[in-house]
Nanobody, 130 residues
Framework: EVQLVESGGGLVQAGGSLRLSCAASGFTFDDYAIGWFRQAPGKEREGVSSISVNDGSTSYSDAVKGRFTISTDNAKNTVYLQMNRLNPEVTAVYYC???????????????????????WGQGTQVTVSS
């Protein structure tokens, strides 16, 4: 059974930090790019960050660049999103997503797009208070 299980969300004060985890199982981790998306109330879903499990290349949206860091622990099939200097604008449900990487073609989630996502997690709530 394929699973992406997010954890690490919660309530934090502005200026604080959180680390989200996305634990993957049921598929070949190395064959995928893993991305984080978020959706705030009344807003569209947006891509936040992504990482290629195979080569480690990363991407970040302009909104989080310099404050968020994505990484993997391949031994644990887990992707992390370290979020620092949080502000209330990042309050949202955060989802991780997996897209098959295809030879010679960048993943869509690298560009914050979800058209080719194969699997989604259930989401974890991040709330930042002012």
């Amino acid at each position: 059974e394929v699973q992406l299980v997010e954890s690490g969300g919660g309530l934090v004060q502005a200026g604080g930090s959180l680390r989200l985890s996305c634990a993957a199982s049921g598929f070949t981790f190395d064959d995928y790019a893993i991305g984080w998306f978020r959706q705030a109330p009344g807003k569209e879903r947006e891509g936040v960050s992504s990482i290629s499990v195979n080569d480690g290349s990363t991407s970040y949206s302009d909104a989080v660049k310099g404050r968020f860091t994505i990484s993997t622990d391949n031994a644990k099939n887990t992707v992390y999103l370290q979020m620092n200097r949080l502000n209330p604008e990042v309050t949202a449900v955060y989802y991780c997503a997996a897209e098959t990487e295809r030879l010679g073609r960048p993943s869509d989630i690298r560009y914050g797009l979800a058209y080719r996502v194969d699997y989604w997690g259930q989401g974890t709530q991040v709330t930042v208070s002012s």
